[in-house]
């Protein structure tokens, strides 16, 4: 572990890449993810605004998860391509502060969003008559500001007990972001208590989504198997294995990350999986959801025809 000088207020962030070609060739190769996931998240995001026929639950929900991963890719990576290309490890007490922050709010906000994704396919397939009163604008909206409103609170417990820690150790994170696990054990006081407080959040903003999305989808399961029509079915098995696929994909590395017993960390494994959940994942999210969506296909389409220039 770096030393890192006592009189400094500054953390030094270790980094993921090594200094040498093969770092930089990495790093390149995370830039271009970046920017992907920028240009589909935005994409996605706009194109669901500027549509009027996606102008429903659904595709609110998904235009919030494509904001919230657009934010969360932006809140590590680049700092950590700053970082690598400057050859200054150092991110200011403020900087980590902010970027633990909107990490925590977006880590916390999407796994709700997906919840609430997930309770939407329920009704609409369970419920189809019930669909419009269920899910009425003012559903809507609470369904996207309850995420947004609890992940801010549980952030904002988080940032602020973190940054009054005493740090009287070394002040070298060994990681590529801000995040709690990496800082926890800098501090030179007993945090078991915190440790058990972020065990607790974690499972509150993990496993009751979770369980919501296994009961939502149970139900939809049982739904679709008992549907007569081939053509019905198989648009219900698409929009659910969409939608799967992206819990999965920011569950698993998630909840092995978080849910681990802290003799069997190590921060090499950290590292790498937080590139899944925080630089992978925000890339193909709109990827998925893209590709295997006839009515996002069709917007594109029709966007695009919007503003290419017409012929005379």
Known sequence: MEKWNQTSSDFILLGLFPQNQTGLLLLLLIIFVFVLASVGNSG?????????????PMYFLLSQLSLMDLMYIS????KMAINFLSGQKSISFLGCGVQMFFFLTMAGSEGLILASMAYDCFVAICHPLHYPTRMSKSMCLKMILGPWTLGFVNSMAH???????????????NHFFCDVPAMVPLACMDTWVYEYTVFVSTGLFLIVPFLGITVS???????VFHMHSKEGRRKAFTA???????????YTPF???YFRPKNLRSPAEDKNLAVFYTILTPMLNPIIYSLRNK???????????MFSPRKK
């Not at 940032?159 to 994170?173: D, E, K, M, V």
């Not at 989808?217 to 739904?223: D, H, K, N």
């Not at 659910?240 to 994909?249: D, K, M, N, P």
């Not at 009515?295 to 025809?305: F, I, N, P, S, W």
């Open 295 to 305: 009515e996002v296909l069709g917007a594109m389409g029709r966007v695009c025809g």
């Open 255 to 257: 909840a092995y990350t």
């Open 240 to 250: 659910c294995a969409t939608h799967l696929t992206v819990v999965i994909f920011y």
């Open 75 to 78: 809140s590590t990576v680049p």
């Open 159 to 173: 940032t602020f007990y973190i940054l009054h820690l005493p740090y009287c150790r070394s002040r070298a994170i």
């Open 217 to 223: 989808y149970g139900w939809v399961l049982f739904a």
């Open 44 to 56: 996605m995001t706009a194109l669901i605004f500027l549509d009027p026929r996606l102008h429903t």
